[in-house]
T-cell receptor, first 116, second 116 residues
């Protein structure tokens, strides 16, 4: 089955530690995204990548870093510089371009990070 | 900044009734999409409507778009308990027509509860 796998599902971190959230897709999608969701809030874009070895900052990139060394993988590192890292993190992917220009996103199940 | 804003924030109806959610946005769009999120899970794409379309149907879902008022509505007919979820509208900016992948902008969502 094609889809997006995020791991771990739950993660606890002490203040001052960096953590890396994994995101793998086997949909052969070119674009991948990381969103952050806080309780009762919508999704805010952290980073996105259209092709391998290229990525752009979203609306709230400060305190986060990403890499895109393979088409299938787009890991997100939450650094100690992120002031309020406790949140639900969602990875998504999509086809880039095409005649429609529409970007329908396929989401993973999410990773919930709690800073103790 | 939020592009889409859903209304109401929460909605509780009896099973079998119709549920209507509204979304307003601020700038011109290429398309508008609706997603569903069950508690603690990733989002699932429901339906997409392009800026040159006024209405679309998919099963029990009906979406309308009024670009002059910068608003959209999602109607779920004959609601069922499984429809209990949060519903988000997401907008794609006109730059997408060139095949860009800047990520969708999401609203804060409408939390729908279907009472048995």
């Amino acid at each position: 089955d094609g889809g997006i796998t995020q791991s771990p599902k739950y993660l606890f971190r002490k203040e001052g530690q960096n953590v890396t959230l994994s995101c793998e897709q086997n949909l052969n999608h070119d674009a991948m995204y990381w969103y952050r969701q806080d309780p009762g809030q919508g999704l805010r874009l952290i980073y996105y990548s259209q092709i391998v070895n290229d990525f752009q900052k979203g609306d709230i990139a400060e305190g986060y870093s990403v890499s895109r060394e393979k088409k299938e993988s787009f890991p997100l590192t939450v650094t100690s510089a992120q002031k309020n890292p406790t949140a639900f993190y969602l990875c998504a992917s999509s086809i880039v371009g095409g005649l429609s220009g529409a970007n329908v996103l396929t989401f993973g199940a999410g990773s919930r990070l709690t800073v103790l | 900044s939020q592009q889409g804003e859903e209304d109401p924030q929460a909605l509780s109806i009896q099973e079998g009734e119709n549920a209507t959610m509204n979304c307003s946005y601020k700038t011109s769009i290429n398309n508008l999409q609706w997603y569903r999120q069950n508690s603690g899970r990733g989002l699932v794409h429901l339906i997409l409507i392009r800026s040159n379309e006024r209405e679309k149907h998919s099963g029990r879902l009906r979406v309308t778009l009024d670009t002059s008022k910068k608003s959209s509505s999602l109607l779920i007919t004959a609601s069922r308990a499984v429809d209990t979820a949060s519903y988000f509208c997401a907008t794609a900016l006109p730059m997408y027509s060139g095949g860009g992948a800047d990520g969708l902008t999401f609203g804060k969502g409408t939390h729908l509860i279907i009472q048995p």
